[in-house]
T-cell receptor, first 114, second 111 residues
Framework: EAQVTQNPRYLITVTGKKLTVTCSQNMNHEYMSWYRQDPGLGLRQIYY???????DKGDVPEGYKVSRKEKRNFPLILESPSPNQTSLYFC?????????????FGQGTRLTVV | GQNIDQPTEMTATEGAIVQINCTYQ??????LFWYQQHAGEAPTFLSY????GLEEKGRFSSFLSRSKGYSYLLLKELQMKDSASYLC????????????FGKGTKLSVIP
């Protein structure tokens, strides 16, 4: 089954404790991205990657890091989480080629930083 | 950058037709998506328009006018399960799949 898998689904952590949210896709997609979603602000892009070892900042990259060492994985790293990073996070992947570059989303990770 | 504008909320009656508008300004254009998102869930793909005109897919249709920077999503025979947010996402530039979403339109379907 074609899917994007994020882990964990729910996470409560404390300020300053490094964490990683994993994202994996099994569709051989070139393009992957991370979004956060907050009430009234919609989905905002954090980082995206056009292919292995190619990443770039989205609209709200501050406080986040990413890496793309393998095509299927695109982890989101919060080196020192703060309460303003409490949010719902989505990973997405899409093909670089093809008639419809549809983005497939993971199930979401609800992060709370206290 | 991109500027995407959609109504924040809409309410419609079960069985009716509703049109959700989206206007956008992008540097370049490579198509436009509509996604549906139920509260707390991941967005799911509804439609993709790259050329002007209407694309029909069952109860859902999407229209695009590139010259006007305008799209709409038309939902027919509304059902209660259509209560969700609808997100407009234009793609800027050829070869770019950097999706930026509008804030979404929250649709409430009432009996």
């Amino acid at each position: 089954e074609a899917q994007v898998t994020q882990n964990p689904r729910y996470l409560i952590t404390v300020t300053g404790k490094k964490l990683t949210v994993t994202c994996s896709q099994n569709m051989n997609h070139e393009y992957m991205s991370w979004y956060r979603q907050d009430p009234g602000l919609g989905l905002r892009q954090i980082y995206y990657s056009m292919n292995v070892e190619v990443t770039d900042k989205g609209d709200v990259p501050e406080g986040y890091k990413v890496s793309r060492k393998e095509k299927r994985n695109f982890p989101l790293i919060l080196e020192s989480p703060s309460p303003n990073q409490t949010s719902l996070y989505f990973c997405a992947s899409s093909p670089d080629r093809g008639r419809v570059p549809e983005a497939f989303f993971g199930q979401g990770t609800r992060l709370t930083v206290v | 950058g991109q500027n995407i504008d959609q109504p924040t909320e809409m309410t419609a009656t079960e069985g009716a037709i509703v049109q959700i508008n989206c206007t956008y300004q992008t540097s370049g254009f490579n198509g436009l998506f509509w996604y549906q998102q139920h509260a707390g869930e991941a967005p799911t793909f509804l439609s993709y328009n790259v050329l002007d005109g209407l694309e029909e897919k069952g109860r859902f249709s999407s229209f695009l006018s590139r010259s006007k920077g305008y799209s709409y999503l038309l939902l027919k025979e509304l059902q209660m399960k259509d209560s969700a947010s609808y997100l407009c996402a234009p793609i800027p530039g050829a070869g770019s799949y950097q999706l930026t979403f509008g804030k979404g339109t929250k649709l409430s379907v009432i009996p």
